[in-house]
């Protein structure tokens, strides 16, 4: 009987890759993991929650939190959108569900939600405000070209930014580095 030769494997044309990688920092990996969480639980965006107070109002913010959104399967549209209401509110947000509709719908631009379940819970506690800063005058040339920005979030970061580079502007002309 002839000797069965091993096969000698093959090898491959491409060269291993590093392991590894370059280091990531943590700001860069916890936007993936906030997402993956959320769409866990039945978010579509993660800015529902966090801009809740601007989509229906402080006023119904105040008693209301966003649970979840739940689609048909396969879908984006006609969901079902389960909050959690603070106490003896219910009834009242039973009456003003077309209002939340219409301004989540108006939020998403199409019609995400077409029904409001309510859940009676507790609400968590609101986030403390931080210290208010210390009022800067912003020069006219950098706040004139701040009024034409529609997104309330951006708008808010470049006037910080803008009053920064005024106060370290006023810091400087006041040690006389500037003149």
């Known amino acids: ?19 590894g990688g ?12 906030g997402r993956a969480a959320f769409r866990r639980f ?3 965006q993660s800015s ?3 801009r809740w107070g601007e ?3 402080e006023r119904y913010a105040k008693v209301t939190a966003p649970e979840s959104i739940r689609f048909p399967n396969g879908a984006r549209s006609n969901g079902v959108l389960t909050l959690t209401v603070a106490g003896a509110h219910a009834p009242m947000m039973q ?11 108006r939020f998403f631009g199409y019609a995400a939600v077409v029904r409001v379940v309510m859940r009676q819970g507790d609400l968590p506690a609101p986030k403390l ?11 006219v040339e950098l706040g004139e070209s701040l009024r034409t920005i529609a997104d309330p979030e951006l ?6 930014l803008a009053q920064g580079v005024a106060a370290a502007t006023a810091l400087s002309v006041s040690l006389g580095k500037i003149s």
Do not use: C, W, Y
Request: charged residues 25%; aromatic residues 2%.
């Open 22 to 33: 370059r280091a990531r920092s943590v700001s860069e990996i916890v936007p993936d993991i």
């Open 155 to 160: 708008k808010a970061v470049l006037e910080s």
């Open 129 to 139: 405000r931080a210290a208010p800063q210390p009022f800067v005058v912003v020069p």
């Open 1 to 19: 009987m002839p000797k069965r030769e091993k096969p000698v494997p093959a090898k491959s044309a491409a060269p291993e890759r590093a392991r």
């Open 48 to 50: 529902i929650v966090s």
């Open 95 to 105: 009456h003003v569900t077309p209002v939340i509709i219409e301004r989540v719908n």
């Open 42 to 44: 039945g978010f579509v």
């Open 55 to 57: 989509i229906v109002g």
